[in-house]
T-cell receptor
Framework: GEDVEQSLFLSVREGDSSVINCTYT??????LYWYKQEPGAGLQLLTY?????DMKQDQRLTVLLNKKDKHLSLRIADTQTGDSAIYFC??????????FGKGTTLSVSS | SAVISQKPSRDICQRGTSLTIQCQVD?????MFWYRQQPGQSLTLIAT?????????ESGFVIDKFPISRPNLTFSTLTVSNMSPEDSSIYLC???????????FGPGTRLTVT
């Protein structure tokens, strides 16, 4: 089945760009997702990309998808302290439920 | 987007008891999912609940422990039965949006079993 891997921690300074990386195993994933989870809160859908796209940009967020390498990344431009959270990468398997990575904790220092 | 609410938002329960978690969506959805997030962990799918059919459970989860109801296209319940401290987790309801790609999550129910 699908396996999704992420680095566990990323620390950046306010104003810098953050890049969170994810690799996945199932090339049949139709969509790939990025979710944000702040302490004590649920999951917020940040963005998702269809598997036939290479890039998707939404304000400060840029998603890059390299299907050949099965690599997904989320770039956050001008990172703010409010971006501190856990970021989960996920893919859907056979069009059904999502398979999640373990999450990357982003720490933003001022 | 779909707006999802869950009740209760949190609860502290005694070992051996059961808790039913409710999930309400502001629009009709075909596919609804229940996930568990154990402390400090990622999310694991418990089951898929489609209206009009029995829930489909993932490996490691059984109906006797996690019975699910899906009486209509906007509502579902998950019961955590005969609870033990290992069931302490956040339980999240999730739905797929109309555009197919979008998938939304409720705020979660934080369960602590003592």
């Amino acid at each position: 089945g699908e396996d999704v891997e992420q680095s566990l921690f990323l620390s950046v300074r306010e104003g810098d760009s953050s890049v969170i990386n994810c690799t996945y195993t199932d090339s049949s994933s139709t969509y790939l997702y990025w979710y944000k989870q702040e302490p004590g809160a649920g999951l917020q859908l940040l963005t998702y990309i269809f598997s036939n796209m290479d890039m998707k940009q939404d304000q400060r967020l840029t998603v890059l998808l390299n299907k050949k390498d099965k690599h997904l990344s989320l770039r956050i431009a001008d990172t703010q302290t409010g971006d501190s959270a856990i970021y989960f990468c996920a893919g859907n398997q056979a069009g059904t439920a999502l398979i999640f990575g373990k999450g990357t904790t982003l720490s933003v220092s001022s | 987007s779909a707006v999802i609410s869950q009740k209760p938002s949190r609860d502290i329960c005694q070992r051996g008891t059961s808790l039913t978690i409710q999930c309400q969506v502001d629009s009709q959805v075909t596919m609804m999912f229940w996930y568990r997030q154990q402390p400090g962990q990622s999310l694991t799918l418990i089951a898929t609940a489609n209206q009009g059919s029995e829930a489909t459970y993932e490996s490691g989860f059984v109906i006797d422990k996690f019975p699910i109801s899906r009486p209509n296209l906007t509502f579902s319940t998950l019961t955590v039965s005969n609870m033990s401290p290992e069931d302490s987790s956040i339980y999240l309801c999730s739905v797929r949006g109309d555009r197919g790609g979008e998938q939304y999550f409720g705020p979660g129910t934080r369960l602590t079993v003592t």
